[in-house]
């Protein structure tokens, strides 16, 4: 996300995902999933809960295990060795519904922790790039404060700049305004729409068809585990071809 | 149909501060003690009853009580007679630990409580270091000292041990071995290998299901049937390798108590951060897990200082124990009163301590709101 103007859709395959299939128990939560993401792209993943969305981009940086199928990030295939785990999450930035921020440590030490243990950094070096992002999300005067200090908006902000913080290739957002007051999610999705028209590789779980207009290049409708549609945005939202996308559209736009 | 009136507020209210409600001693007295006919009543009965029960116990163990001399005829009956105590004092503190040796012992519990000082101010620097120190150099330093044999120094078998200085190296490393051995079981019960997990819940059941006295007992007698003859155990060894492992089952499920209550996405989010196991445990779960617990893990520490006096069942001179054989010396027939009020006093002082320490540490952790 360095260069403004970085390759777009056209570049290689980041993310290669064939014929994935997961099960809980005896549920089957994900079918037969195939899913393509080039360089650069930006994809809402939207459908009904249940419908597995959340457990597609886990399974991406194996926080889910699956059972059957191929995933490949940055050339790295995934199996269940933890060595190829670590090296897969080392490129894929996280950021959760709740935030997930460490309350035991300032917002500065959260942005900091996985320089320094991970990817070996002296600290000061670590320090600098954690203020440089903290500036970005537009936070860093609250570097100091613990995160039960900061309100949802704020908490959020700061777990995008801890995830920027270890120079992902790809960032993964589960759901991250579901949790927020209605006042505090534009501040976040300004910030997501920032990183995005930087170039940076984003696939986004969420139910704001704003940000999927605005930004997206490929929406994805998924129900029962499965991929029903993908389409860039206006044909999705213009001239949705399953009658589950029309259905659920109206459900969530209909008012 | 009638108009809703549209109102707007104009002017905004300014904070004010909340009217004052303390009123100085007699206020929070009418308040608190005397606010009607019952509580009134209630409360100056409860006041004579206290004064009651605990002013003669104060007379004799203060204002009647004899403090000064060396021998009985120092005693005037009246009160307490605290000769006693003094009397006895270097024997209380050392047990049979030779006397010209006893220096080495004062080295041990000088270097113990400045450690523990600088550790537990806050504002001394180093701290890591200082704490390594504790965990690792100084441990060794105390063994040489305390069992000598080396460096020219006077070799003191443990059975020449006792007193206060038998109890606080049973108690201290009880608890210095209890505390980190407790969160490997912990850890262990939680994992996702079923042979880590099955060694840990037994390891833990077996603990916790055997009486502190029979794992004594046993340590005392069973084991040297189990083990060739020519390995000669120590018999404090033994007790506090008991000790330890007894104490780590009770701390074990202390601590799980405290890791299940981390939320899971913070587990999450180390490893989307690419953490691997032990630094998600190291830096993430366990201080967040350690800091909810630390009520029950200082409960338990207090329960294991008290319950080293169970090692004079197996024949060690603790402070209690060395109190009791005072008792029999015929100079001093009739005094156990004394001894064992002063016993339950140096116990408390020291439960009390960590029980206060304890309380400071979690409003000094507290981050949340």
Excluded at chain 2, 234 to 255: Q, T
Excluded at chain 2, 347 to 369: A, K
Aim: with cysteine.
């Amino acid at each position: 996300m360095s260069e403004a103007s970085a390759p777009r859709s056209d570049g290689e395959a980041m993310i290669e995902i064939q014929h994935l299939n997961k099960w809980y128990g005896d549920f089957h939560v994900l079918r037969d999933i195939d899913l393509t993401v080039k360089r650069g792209e930006r994809i809402v993943i939207c459908g009904p809960s249940g419908s597995g969305k959340s457990t597609l981009i886990r399974c991406i940086n194996h926080l889910e295990a699956h059972q059957q199928g191929e995933i490949v990030v940055g050339g790295v295939h995934m199996t269940q060795d933890i060595k190829r785990i670590e090296q897969i999450r080392r490129q894929v930035g996280m950021v959760f519904q709740h935030f997930n921020l460490f309350p035991h440590l300032t917002v500065f030490e959260n942005c900091c922790l996985a320089q320094v243990w991970v990817q070996k950094k002296p600290r000061r070096e670590a320090e600098k790039t954690a203020m440089e992002y903290l500036e970005r999300v537009q936070i860093a005067d609250q570097a100091k404060k613990y995160p039960g200090q900061l309100s949802g908006g704020q908490q959020q902000r700061v777990a995008i700049a801890r995830a920027l913080c270890m120079r992902p290739e790809v960032m993964l957002f589960d759901e991250p305004t579901s949790a927020l007051d209605p006042e505090m999610i534009k501040e976040v999705l300004d910030v997501m729409v920032e990183l995005a028209n930087e170039g940076m590789t984003m696939l986004c779980v969420t139910h704001e068809m704003g940000f999927a207009k605005t930004v997206a290049d490929r929406v994805i409708f998924m129900d029962q585990g499965q991929i029903i549609e993908q389409a860039p945005p206006e044909t999705f939202f213009n001239n949705p071809r399953s009658e589950r996308t029309q259905l659920f559209l109206s459900q969530i736009l209909g008012h | 149909m009638a108009a809703i009136p549209n109102t707007a507020r104009v002017e905004m209210i300014e904070a004010r501060l909340p009217p004052n409600q303390s009123r100085g001693l007699v206020g929070w007295l009418r308040a608190n003690l005397f606010s009607g006919p019952l509580n009134s009543l209630v409360s100056i009965v409860t006041i004579v009853v206290l004064v009651r029960l605990i002013w003669p116990f104060l007379e004799w163990s203060l204002f009647d009580a004899d403090w000064i001399g060396t021998t009985r005829e120092d005693c005037s009956g009246e009160g307490a007679c605290w000769v006693f105590i003094s009397a006895r004092f270097e024997s209380i503190v050392y047990g049979f630990y030779p006397e010209m040796a006893r220096w080495r012992v004062d080295i041990v519990f000088a270097m113990m409580a400045l450690l523990i000082a600088w550790l537990a101010i806050p504002r001394l620097p180093a701290k890591r270091w200082v704490g390594l120190f504790t965990l690792v150099g100084f441990p060794v330093v105390a063994y040489f000292l305390l069992v000598g044999g080396s460096f020219g120094l006077l070799y003191v078998p443990t059975r020449e041990w006792g007193g206060l200085m038998l109890t606080l190296t049973v108690a201290t490393v009880g608890i210095v071995g209890s505390l980190p051995l407790g969160v490997l079981l912990a850890l262990g019960r939680r994992s996702k290998m079923p042979l880590v997990k099955g060694v840990s819940v037994i390891f833990i059941e077996f603990w916790r299901g055997v009486p502190l006295i029979t794992v004594l007992f046993m340590a005392s007698v069973m084991l040297p049937l189990f083990v060739p003859s020519e390995v000669e155990f120590d018999k404090l060894l033994r007790a506090l390798i008991g000790i330890m492992f007894f104490w780590s089952a009770y701390m074990a499920e202390v601590v799980r108590g405290g890791l299940q209550a981390i939320d899971k996405g913070q587990n999450e989010a180390g490893q989307a951060l690419g953490l691997g196991y032990w630094r998600r445990m190291r830096l993430i779960i366990l201080p967040q897990a350690l800091k909810l617990v630390i009520p029950g893990i200082v409960n338990t520490f207090i329960a294991l200082f008290k319950d080293t006096s169970l090692v004079l069942i197996i024949g060690l001179f603790d402070l209690l124990a060395i109190i009791r054989a005072g008792l029999t010396d015929t100079n001093w027939l009739g005094f156990a009163m004394e001894g064992y009020v002063f016993a339950a006093l140096v116990f408390w002082i020291f439960c009390f301590g960590m029980s206060r320490y304890s309380q400071y540490i979690e409003r000094r952790l507290h981050t949340g709101h």
